[in-house]
């Protein structure tokens, strides 16, 4: 990470700190202490070539347990012929005296002292240990090829296994000591670094298919809160065939244009609109290029949105019940700094219900201040702003369209008042509805 930081073309004031952040821990005396350690553990570990184990005997000779005496940076060696001639013929070094472990590397393996037959007494005890007395067959032992007894495996799971936790352990105390640099601190960057690499490569890759994307900056608020030029919706473009067919707008926040109640014919690109701006937002706070030629802004505590639930959440308070406590819910906790997106909101009970509650929200929302795109289909309540206007203090409401060409939808954004029936007219074509249609079908 710190050589990936090391290019001299980063001018992120951000990435700039981080940069300084790993220099400055790469170059602290921790850092190279972790690294003397972890070499030191790894040389230790790697450099185990042997282990010497001991075995208790009872006074019969039998096997009753077997321990790690000790881990050994060489490998035994097998004694010369010699050797093994003079350890067999002098009985007196075939015992040695105490525990302690003299050094010896050599060792001398367990030989097949004999044929692999077994004799006619072996064999029938080991198929039926009722045939001869139980003791005879608990005494007789099959020595396979090779060095060892059969069960000696479990033996050796057992030490392999506590030189394994002794090497965890180890390397659990050493690393311990670096949890917070190594561990904490980095680690908890990775999910970051990888956002901005994969959003990078994302917006690079439809830059080049001609899509605009820009660099979005502050302002302190004080004549606009938002200015945005050739804005456009980046869920509806990414699954656009041509990119020809991409509508863009420009929108504005300032005191005039505070709370716009957005109106327009059904699939005009209301939804589309009020997502775009969302988007915009979440993408530009999020230190990523946002979908725009242009894009000013002031940040925003919370975007909240107000879009139609699913009918199974709304059995206990009915449709228009359950969007009103969730709108109170969001009034309480939004602030002059918030964004809210309000999709159809209030529509699900009859006009002039949803008109009355809807006029009060937009009057409560111009009291806080909150930056709000009010999507419906009421044009009764985008007609009335200026009476709305009238009540409320420094900000204002604002009729924003969905203009129509000549009954085709342009999806292009206007500041003007609604233009009202020439949607209901245009519906009733779309799905032929009106007078003529009707008694000419008939």
Known sequence: MRKCL??????????????KYFDDLYEASCFS?????????????????????????????????????????????????VSNFADAISSKNKLHEGTEWDGDMHYRPVEKHRSGKASALETAALRNPYFVSRNIGATIANIPDGDGAANSTFHFDTVLNKMLDYLIKKLGDTLTKYANIAIVNISNLMPEFMYYIRFAEFISKNMEKGFKFCEARLTDGANFSMDAKDIYNLKLALNLNNIGELVCNDLKFDTEHTVYIL?????????????????????????????????????????????????DKTMDLGRLGEECVRFKTIYSECTEDSLLLLNETFSTTSFEEGYYIAKDSVRALLKKGVRTIFNTHMHKLASDVDEINTESGEVKASSLIMKSDNGKRSFKLDTAPPEGMSYAKDIAEKYGVTYEMLTNTQ
């Open 6 to 19: 090391s290019d001299a073309r980063i001018k992120s004031e951000g990435l700039l700190n981080v940069r």
């Open 33 to 81: 202490e972790m690294k003397k350690d972890i070499a030191e553990l790894k040389a230790k570990t790697s450099n185990i070539q042997s282990v010497t184990l001991g075995i208790n005997v009872n006074e019969r000779f039998e096997a009753v347990s077997m321990g790690l005496v000790s881990v050994n940076n060489k490998q035994f060696k097998k004694s010369n012929i």
């Open 263 to 311: 109106t327009g014919a059904n699939r005009g690109g209301k939804t589309t609109v009020t997502q775009a701006v969302g988007l915009m937002f979440a993408l530009a706070q999020g230190g990523i290029f946002v979908p725009a030629s242009s894009f000013e802004y002031k940040p925003v505590d919370c975007i909240y949105t107000h879009f139609p639930a699913d009918e």
